[in-house]
């Protein structure tokens, strides 16, 4: 079955404007979590959507945003973009209910780099 | 708050040994740990996972032991190979579905033949 999809793959923004990162979850999944990755802080959790609704949420400012459509399809968005923002943005799948006996498996796209200039 | 570190950021070790990589977590006691594989570029792929209430789990040549009195997870490659050269994370949850993780900064395991 086809994997997590995330598009764009690369992209360049100019500081101060605002980026939309698409994920097409694995068929059947309804959780969709985001990270951004950088050298200097690693892989840190966004926030997850389950079902439309956004279940958990990490330490980030309110300029990243994200949402899940009836299809399990999520976007995030950061307005007013920052250099600092210049990051690996993942995005992972699951089935998401409560933890099975076998566990929550997540699978993680492949990632957008975004650069700010 | 929850903070994971693994003490080691890089790791040589030669084709034939056996790998072992260090996870350790303060502040949180997680339902769940979980290890992944990075390669260069691209997105972790998951290698297993264990639960609290289990003290070890094997899969192939993956081992990986899991001690919440010393808040400690152990992930051991066995026979290393140069195909397992890669970034290795350790994961731990902060929701009961195991669907929201906090991640080490990896080590990166070079093995040479």
């Known amino acids: 079955k086809a994997g997590v999809t995330q598009t764009p793959r690369y992209l360049i923004k100019t500081r101060g404007q605002q980026v939309t990162l698409s994920c097409s979850p694995i068929s059947g999944h309804r959780s969709v979590s985001w990270y951004q990755q950088t050298p200097g802080q690693g892989l840190q959790f966004l926030f997850e959507y389950f079902s439309e609704t956004q279940r958990n949420k990490g330490n980030f400012p309110g300029r990243f945003s994200g949402r899940q459509f009836s299809n399990s399809r999520s976007e995030m968005n950061v307005s007013t973009l920052e250099l600092g923002d210049s990051a690996l943005y993942l995005c992972?799948?699951?089935?998401?209910?409560?933890?099975?006996?076998?566990?929550?498996?997540?699978?993680f796209g492949e990632g957008s780099w975004l650069t700010v200039v | 708050s929850q903070k994971i570190e693994q003490n080691s950021e890089a790791l040589n070790i030669q084709e034939g040994k056996t790998a072992t990589l260090t996870c350790n977590y303060t502040?949180?006691?997680?339902?769940?740990l979980q290890w992944y594989r990075q390669d260069p570029g691209r997105g972790p792929v998951f290698l297993l996972l264990?639960?609290?209430?289990?003290k070890e789990k094997r899969k192939e040549r993956l081992k990986v032991t899991f001690d919440t009195t010393l808040k400690q997870s152990l992930f051991h490659i066995t026979a290393s190979q140069p195909a397992d050269s890669a970034t290795y994370l350790c994961a731990l949850d902060f929701n009961q579905a195991g669907t929201a993780l906090i991640f080490g900064k990896g080590t990166t395991l070079s093995v040479s033949s």
């Open positions: 264990i639960r609290e209430n289990e």
């Open positions: 502040n949180y006691s997680p339902a769940y």
């Open positions: 992972a799948s699951s089935l998401g209910s409560a933890m099975t006996s076998s566990g929550n498996t997540i699978y």
